[in-house]
């Protein structure tokens, strides 16, 4: 699968902003949605995933409360809404697939392209 990935950009501390990654094809009911992140430096870390068939939402401890992962099946779009974010939270964000809810990045079988979120304090 590829996917077009849109909504990074530079916000201020407390501010918020919007991800969306697209699948050019379906996203199959089985497979569950990634949100991974990687600050320069640092190993790319596992943010958030929702259940294609159920919904069903997973969060990094760090986020929880801050972010919210959507899906809009019928547009084969998942979303990552982010609310007061913190110069911690800037990096390049990556949407990626599995079979399963994993948190470590080797576990994905696809990935998009990356979207730059930056944070000024």
């Known amino acids: 699968a590829q996917y077009v990935q849109s909504g990074g950009g530079l916000e201020q501390a407390g501010g918020s902003l919007r991800l969306s990654c697209t699948a050019s094809g379906r996203i199959f009911s089985s497979h569950v949605m990634h949100w991974f992140r990687q600050a320069p430096g640092k190993e790319r870390e596992f943010v958030a995933a929702?259940?294609?068939?159920?919904?069903?939402?997973y969060y990094a401890d760090v986020v929880k409360g801050r972010f919210t992962i959507i899906k809009d099946s019928p547009n084969q779009t998942v979303f990552l809404q982010m609310n007061d974010l913190q110069p911690d939270d800037a990096g390049l964000y990556y949407c990626?697939?599995?079979?399963?809810?994993?948190?470590?990045?080797?576990?994905?079988?696809?990935w998009g392209p990356g979207s730059q979120v930056t944070v000024s304090s």
């Open positions: 990626a697939a599995a079979t399963s809810v994993e948190t470590t990045p080797r576990a994905m079988i696809s």
């Open positions: 929702i259940r294609w068939s159920t919904g069903r939402t």
